[in-house]
């Protein structure tokens, strides 16, 4: 089964750039729409942005201007990097894979970044 | 952006009784060109990723109990949990997959009286 695992440092530091990979094993990263969502300590979800296959990527106007998200089909991995992080993007990462209409049918199990000095 | 507002933000119920949660999008969900509400509920333990339950407002994910049930159309929107049991404590958020960016509601949290 389609399995998905988060990977990165888990302290930034402050004006620094995020930067997280995500593993998709037991199934291809051809098809489907692949996303971030993410989770500040003992609050709700916000969704990131996505990417598909193709490279086609859509974005939360909220963090638009600092977020890329790219895929490394070869790799059968995409990644996400949030530039110019605050205290404000402390919080639980997450991948997901979305199907075509927008739904996470499958996600990783989540990794804590924290950003500090 | 569309607004998901859930309620309650808790909720108490005794083990076997039924459980209600409640889910309201500022603007309609229903496309008009596929006669669907893009409305997802997740469930999400302590500790752990959100899991899929519903999608399509009311479809099942392949797994999920038949105990948990969704129903709404437009704005308003529920999830029903038939007969409480242990393993479904835990928060429970709605999203909106129509319109970017896609939103949750602030999540429901459901526990054990």
């Known amino acids: 089964q389609v399995q998905l695992q988060e990977s990165g440092p888990g302290l930034v530091k402050p004006s620094e750039t995020l930067s997280l990979t995500c593993t998709v094993s037991?199934?291809?990263?051809?098809?489907?729409?692949w996303s971030w969502f993410r989770q500040p300590p003992g609050k709700g979800l916000e969704w990131i942005g996505y990417?598909?296959?193709?490279?086609?990527?859509n974005y939360n106007p909220s963090l638009k201007s600092r977020v890329t998200v790219s895929v490394d089909t070869p790799k059968n991995q995409f990644s996400l990097k949030l530039s110019s992080v605050t205290t404000a993007d402390t919080a639980v990462y997450y991948c997901?894979?979305?199907?075509?209409?927008?739904?996470?049918?499958?996600w990783g199990q989540g990794t804590m970044v924290t950003v500090s000095s | 952006d569309i607004v998901m507002t859930q309620s309650p933000d808790s909720l108490a119920v005794s083990l076997g009784e039924r459980a209600t949660v409640n889910c309201k999008s500022s603007q309609s969900v229903l496309s008009s060109s596929s006669n669907k509400n893009y409305l997802a509920w997740y469930q999400q333990k302590p500790g752990q990723p959100p899991k899929l339950l519903i999608y399509?407002?009311?479809t099942r994910e392949s797994g999920v109990p038949d105990r948990f049930s969704g129903s709404g159309s437009g704005t308003d929107f529920t999830l029903t949990i038939s007969s409480l049991q242990t393993e479904d404590v835990a928060v429970y958020y709605c999203q909106q997959h129509l319109s970017f960016p896609y939103t949750f509601g602030q999540g429901t949290n459901l526990e054990i009286k």
């Open positions: 997901a894979r979305l199907n075509d209409h927008g739904w996470g049918d499958i």
């Open positions: 990417i598909h296959y193709t490279g086609r990527t």
């Open positions: 037991g199934g291809s990263i051809i098809s489907y729409y």
């Open positions: 399509w407002a009311s």
